[in-house]
Every structure is written in structure tokens, then in C-alpha cells.
């Protein structure tokens, strides 16, 4: 074979040589390397009960914020299933509606953020009344919820904003009303729920969940039945409250399970 003819075989064994490496190192890249999936968080509204006939609150924009930054930066908005004003009184007793739903990489989050507009009211037996804001930088710096949940690729996770209706409304005056919002926030993952039956409707009976400091309340509906959602694990008694000449009694002992919800059966009143 001639010098010539050995070069050019060497060099084309070494081209070869290189082609194999480099398809062995894409193939290799290529096969450790995982779409990086999302997980969809949805958040609703709910509310605890008040003796109003609306408490109508103006949503302008809901923002999440995906890292422990103590500073304002890094909030993402949320594309609101609809912005504007929400009758809270609506979403009382378990009820609730989808505020936002969105993918979102796996991941920490820390913080949900409401900002509110300036058209916020109040109805005090048929009349409507103006419902200013504790104070008015609420409007640009919004109402922060500490939520710290780690987002898992391909699960959905479900966070409620929980609104305390009576006590976030303060009466400074015979017709001037201010919102000071009590909220909390819950999700499906890091609470149970409590449901039962009060009777009878004449008593106009309040449930309450009661553990240690902690009560949770709600009104029943017209035929006595009743859920109090975001309830801790653990456990648990439930205080069925009446009013017109109608007594109280107590349910003892009740397990709240993690995304599971305790029945504390039917409790009936008597006068």
C-alpha cells in the first residue's frame, strides 16, 4: 500500500472514529435528558358566613409568586377566570368558585396575591352601601396569602382564599363600613373537611368545628346540611348551635383525615 493510500485510510478510520464519539455523546445527552413538565394550580374563593345580605368585593388581579424573594419582585399574574366584583355571601358553606387555573413548573411557590379595585360594597338589609378598604395602598400592594407548596410535574393541586366575611367588615359609623380583610388560605392536600345535618330548620342552627383554639363555622342550608372545608388533621368536635327557644349539642371525637372528609352524622335540636 502506498504512503498516500495509508494517510487517507488512517484519516478516514479517525473521521469514523470521531462520527461514533460524537453519536455516542448526543445519544447519551439525549437519553438522560426529561421534559421538564408542569403542574396546574387552580385557586378558588370561598367564604365563612355573615349576617349581611352581600358582601360584594372588586377583584382586579390575582398574581403567584414562585420563590422566597422577601422584595416585591417576581410575582407572575394569573389570567383570572373573570375579573370583577364577587358576592362572597354566594360561596358560603362549602360552595366556591374557580377564580384561576394555570400550568405552572414543578416547583416551589410561596405567596398568592389579590389586588382589589375600588368598587367594593355592602348590603345592609336591601340598602348598598360603599365598602372602602382598610387602607388605600391595598389597592397596589394587594392581599398576600402564604401558601409554600411544592408543585409536583403532572399533579393538579387546588388552593382555596377563604374569606371571613363577618369579620372582615367593620362598622365605623351607622352607614360606613370598612373592609379589613380576615383571610386564610387552604389546599386539598393539607386539610380534610367536616360535613353533617342540623336540624331542625326553625332552630336556625350554627355549626362550628372546635379543636383546642381553633373554630371553624358555617350556616347549614335550608335542609339542615352543612360542610366545613379546610379543616386540619386531627381531632376534632363539632358545636350545632341553635337559636329560637332551640338548644345546642356537641359531636365528640371526630378523626379529620387529610383530603378526606369526616360525616359527624345528623344532630337535631331540641327545645
Excluded at 478510520?13 to 455523546?25: M, P, R
Excluded at 389579590?114 to 388605600?136: A, F, K, R
Excluded at 373554630?215 to 381531632?235: E, F, H, K, M, Q
Amino acid at each position: 500500500m502506498l504512503l498516500s493510500d495509508k494517510k487517507n485510510t488512517a484519516m478516514k478510520t479517525k473521521s469514523i472514529l470521531w462520527l461514533v464519539c460524537a453519536l455516542t455523546i448526543t445519544i447519551s445527552f439525549s437519553s438522560c435528558k426529561k421534559d421538564k413538565g408542569n403542574a396546574r394550580l387552580s385557586v378558588y374563593l370561598t367564604d365563612a358566613p355573615a349576617d349581611y345580605d352581600a358582601v360584594n368585593i372588586d377583584i382586579v388581579k390575582l398574581q403567584i409568586k414562585t420563590n422566597d424573594d422577601p422584595s416585591d419582585n417576581g410575582w407572575q399574574e394569573l389570567t383570572l377566570s373573570k375579573a370583577g366584583v364577587y358576592n362572597l355571601l354566594d360561596f358560603r358553606n362549602g360552595m366556591d368558585t374557580l377564580l384561576s387555573s394555570v400550568e405552572l413548573p414543578g416547583g416551589k411557590v410561596s405567596q398568592l396575591r389579590m389586588i382589589l379595585g375600588s368598587n367594593n360594597s355592602i348590603v345592609v338589609n336591601g340598602s348598598s352601601l360603599p365598602l372602602s378598604l382598610e387602607t388605600p395602598s391595598a389597592q397596589q400592594s394587594g392581599l398576600k396569602f402564604n401558601i409554600h407548596a411544592d408543585l409536583v410535574e403532572g399533579v393538579t393541586y387546588k388552593v382555596w382564599i377563604d374569606f371571613d366575611a363577618a369579620r372582615s367588615i367593620v362598622k365605623t359609623g351607622s352607614s360606613n363600613y370598612i373592609l379589613k380583610p380576615v383571610v386564610r388560605t387552604f389546599t386539598e392536600a393539607t386539610s380534610g373537611a367536616i360535613k353533617g345535618i342540623a336540624l331542625p330548620a326553625a332552630a336556625a342552627p350554627a355549626a362550628s368545628a372546635i379543636s383546642g383554639t381553633d373554630t371553624l363555622s358555617t350556616i347549614p342550608d335550608a335542609n339542615g346540611n352543612y360542610l366545613i372545608r379546610g379543616v386540619p388533621a386531627g381531632i376534632w368536635k363539632v358545636w350545632v348551635d341553635g337559636s329560637n327557644g332551640y338548644g345546642d349539642t356537641t359531636i365528640n371525637n371526630l378523626n379529620v383525615v387529610l383530603g378526606q372528609v369526616t360525616d359527624a352524622g345528623t344532630a337535631t335540636l331540641k327545645q
